[in-house]
């Protein structure tokens, strides 16, 4: 039996979730999926890459899916991860305390793999489990998961266009601080629509330089000035990632988009980036930053022990 | 001599470029003026200037500035007029000044001049929210010309 060209090897009796507090990144996604798939000739090096990217993550529930269908019997797939990921994916989510309990509630034969992404979206887990031969086939939950899987593929593609459209759209606003423009506004209302993929493609995209750096400086600000709760934590992430970038001008749109965002827990990134700017200018503003975050810190403290 | 002011966007200048062309898009001229603001030889009015700049916004935001000396823009050839200035903070607005009838290279010549001799400068944005609120309090900024979406997170 092969699927994507590679063998599947049979499920293994009795495998149960390790009950870890989280997945972490790669090479421990790996070895769960190691000591789960004694025989990894199913994308165990794909589980152990270091760098997740959001169609990687699709592909590979997309690929449980597929087993699942191949082995014939009805089955079951679970996602997990941090709400984030329903954003973006729209997979129903499910702890891995859940899955455990699941499994050994069942005594169901499974195979369960994490999935990693880059994109932070957090762990994701497919778990696919067996009835005996011969019972009824309810293919509701694999219907149901492999139309959320071509959703979540098709948002990524659509999302891929929106930001080539929103760059052309950058190219000719204004783009000042303080004023809405075409590009300011078009970038909110596809944010809202697309949710963290947005950013996830934001981020493969200037990887591998196919934005403008203008447009990645507007749209830096922007994520940080923009009021949207569901992605809040994404955004949080991705500033932060970027005030390491090799561009000053990138470092500076990032921590003006943090300053915006205005929340606590970016002080310690933003002390740690302070302490190795190279530019003087950018150096400077970290610091105004970390103080302000800083008296922010203190002030939520205060509050919650006023509260307690 | 006093030093000319002009409200720009700093990352733009910091990208790869010395500097980049894309900081031009800072110096957006309306018929060939450029809108600068005068600061006083002792930067006493710097604060009024930058209030009045963040007062005309759409929302709350750091403001960036480069200053350059008014001679060194003289020097340049381009004619310097007093224009009062169209935003809420009317007391602000005597120092608002148009540099005249410039042509790409004259435009070209200040970003030069800005980039390798001007001064740069940033208020954050929780720096500009208390100046505003301060000038409210003041009663230097006219409410009813403030955007209502800037004036609702002042609140």
């Known amino acids: 039996m092969t699927t994507s060209g590679r063998d599947i090897v049979p ?15 790669g090479t421990e996604t790996a070895q769960i999926a190691a000591s789960l798939y004694p025989k990894p000739r199913f994308s165990i090096e794909h589980l152990a890459s270091e760098s997740w990217s959001f169609y990687e993550a699709t592909s590979t529930l997309k690929d449980a899916y597929h087993i699942a269908r191949l082995g014939a019997p009805p089955v079951t797939v679970f996602g997990t991860g941090i709400p984030q990921s329903s954003v973006a994916t729209g997979i129903r989510l499910y702890s891995l305390a859940d899955i455990a309990t699941d499994i050994q509630d069942l005594r169901r034969p499974a195979i369960v793999f994490g999935v990693t992404g880059s994109l ?17 086939v309810s293919n509701t939950l694999i219907a149901n998961f492999r139309s959320q899987v071509q959703n979540a593929e098709a948002n990524r593609r659509d999302a891929f266009a929106v930001w080539r459209r929103l760059n052309e759209v950058a190219l000719v606003s204004t ?27 934001f981020e493969s995209l200037c990887a591998a330089d196919k934005l403008a750096l203008n447009t990645q400086a507007e749209a830096l600000k922007l994520f940080g000035r923009i009021k949207h709760f569901g992605t809040r934590s994404r955004r949080l992430g991705l500033l932060t990632k970027f005030l390491g970038n090799q561009q000053a001008g990138i470092r500076d749109a990032a921590a003006v988009g943090l300053s915006y965002m205005a929340e606590p827990a970016a002080l310690d990134s933003m002390v740690a980036a302070a302490a190795v700017e190279s530019d003087p200018d950018v150096k400077e503003f970290m610091v105004t930053v970390a103080r302000e975050l800083g008296i922010a810190r203190t002030n939520a403290a205060s509050f919650a022990k006023g509260i307690a | 001599m006093p030093l000319l002011l002009r409200k720009v966007s700093h990352s733009r200048w910091k990208l790869p470029g010395d500097p980049s062309s894309d900081a031009l898009r800072c110096l957006l001229t309306d018929r060939g003026d450029l809108s600068l603001w005068s600061v006083l030889d002792d930067q006493a009015n710097l604060d009024d200037i930058v209030t009045a700049l963040a007062s005309n916004c759409e929302h709350l935001c750091k403001i960036d500035y480069f200053m350059i000396p008014q001679d060194q823009i003289e020097q340049l050839g381009i004619r310097l007029e007093a224009v009062g200035g169209a935003t809420p903070a009317l007391r602000a607005n005597r120092w608002h000044i148009d540099a005249k009838d410039l042509t790409a290279r004259t435009l070209a010549a200040i970003a030069h001049a800005m980039y390798v001799s001007g001064t740069h400068g940033r208020k954050s944005a929780n720096q500009i929210k208390a100046l505003l609120a301060n000038a409210l309090a003041a009663n230097a900024l006219e409410r009813n010309s403030m955007k209502p979406s800037l004036l609702a997170e002042l609140q």
């Open chain 1, 175 to 201: 783009s000042e601080d303080g004023m809405e423009d075409e590009f300011t506004l078009a970038l909110k209302r596809e944010l809202t629509r697309y949710g963290a993929t947005l950013l996830t493609v």
């Open chain 1, 120 to 136: 932070a979206i957090g762990a994701a887990a497919a778990q696919v489990s067996a009835k005996p031969a011969g019972a009824p």
């Open chain 1, 11 to 25: 499920y293994q009796q009795g495998l149960i979730v390790p009950d870890a507090p989280q997945f972490t990144w």
